[in-house]
């Protein structure tokens, strides 16, 4: 995402316009290149509002970038992506992935693939009462079952919770 083209903190709420640009790395004889693109799906394209605190931590992030930018001075490159290294380049996935490695271990919890947090947050929002096309339609998908038969993963507290629903229908 790009802070000028992707993100709005004065809206009210603060929104991001998520899944219209996507970097991947594409591997050849060359290593790995980078790769724009659009994202995968018609839905892609979506004004998502923000929670509060993830707009806060949205401005702050930018307030530090613009620290660094003048700390970097003319080295800086002002890419105008959100997620970029000290002088402002953007970021390479593989990078992302290494310092959330980095960050996992300092904080001695298990390593888990970033992409994982996107089950555990569809998951989240349709475990707490979000219906099932809402939760795909957040995450961007064009069929909005899609959410509860491959990104959402039932707990065993979930499945007691439907066993006291059902207690309460049968009577006890």
Sequence with gaps: ??????????ADPPTIIAGENTRTIVWGDEGGEVEEKGGKTENRDRTLPLPLRAAAALRTFKARQAKE????GEAY????YVVVDE????VRTDWLRRRAYELMDAAGVRRVRLYDARHACLTFLRMSGVPGPIVSAWAGHGDLTIADRVYVHPS??????????LEGLLGS
Excluded at 69 to 72: C, Q
Excluded at 156 to 165: I, K
Aim: net charge negative; charged share 35%.
């Design 77 to 80: 490159e002002a890419s105008g």
């Design 69 to 72: 930018r003048l700390a970097a």
């Design 1 to 10: 995402m790009k802070w000028e083209d992707h993100v709005d903190l004065e």
């Design 156 to 165: 065993a507290e979930d499945l007691r919770q439907a066993s006291a629903v």
């Design 87 to 90: 002088l402002g380049r953007a």
